[in-house]
């Protein structure tokens, strides 16, 4: 699952590849150089819209980014010899009934707060209750992956391509 994972962060950008516009690659670059990986974990309004904020991550399943964080625990659990299992057993409760779940579900809300309106926020709730957003929900995990996977054969094929120039 490891695998999967990076490859979905390798992946997204290369989906919105053929999308790419001058605001895409300059929120693209601050989120590297840092400027957008500012923690927010204060406590958004309780209002209609932070409601439906939680309404929508509660309808939508799939992938999401507890399930990663599960993963991520999991594997590390697997492979770190020097901590005890007990160690990421209560990490995962930490990160999944703990102080450190409210501040992720803070971020959370606070990012779908800047980044969708309410309106859209409708919509989108709208659209998870569909057959095509339900399918959506259970496919586009292995989407993503598969289409990593492929890309990396191709990749690998064009390395071997220009392996076989001369002059590189």
């Known amino acids: 699952m490891r695998k999967v994972f990076a490859l979905m962060l ?4 290369a989906i919105a590849f053929s999308q790419i516009d001058t605001a ?3 929120r693209l670059k601050a989120m590297e150089s840092g400027e957008m990986l500012k923690t927010d ?3 958004p309004p309780n209002d209609a819209f932070t409601r439906k904020i939680k309404k929508l991550r509660e309808e939508k399943s799939g992938l999401s980014i507890e399930l990663v ?3 991520k625990i ?6 770190d010899k020097s901590r005890p299992a007990e160690y990421y057993d209560k990490l995962l ?3 999944t009934t703990g102080e450190t779940s409210r501040l992720l579900e803070n971020c959370l809300v606070n990012m779908y707060r800047e980044s969708y309106t309410e309106k859209e926020v409708d919509q989108l709730r709208k659209f998870y209750k569909t057959s095509a957003g339900k ?3 259970t496919e586009f995990i292995m989407l993503i992956a598969r289409s990593v996977k492929d ?3 191709l990749m690998k094929l064009a390395m071997t391509k220009l392996d076989g120039k001369k002059g590189f």
């Open 151 to 153: 890309a990396e054969q």
């Open 24 to 26: 895409f690659m300059q």
């Open 93 to 95: 409760e930490e990160m």
């Open 69 to 71: 964080m599960q993963i």
């Open 41 to 43: 974990t204060t406590s």
């Open 10 to 13: 390798l992946i997204l950008p």
């Open 135 to 137: 399918k959506m929900n």
């Open 74 to 79: 999991k594997e590390e659990k697997e492979k």
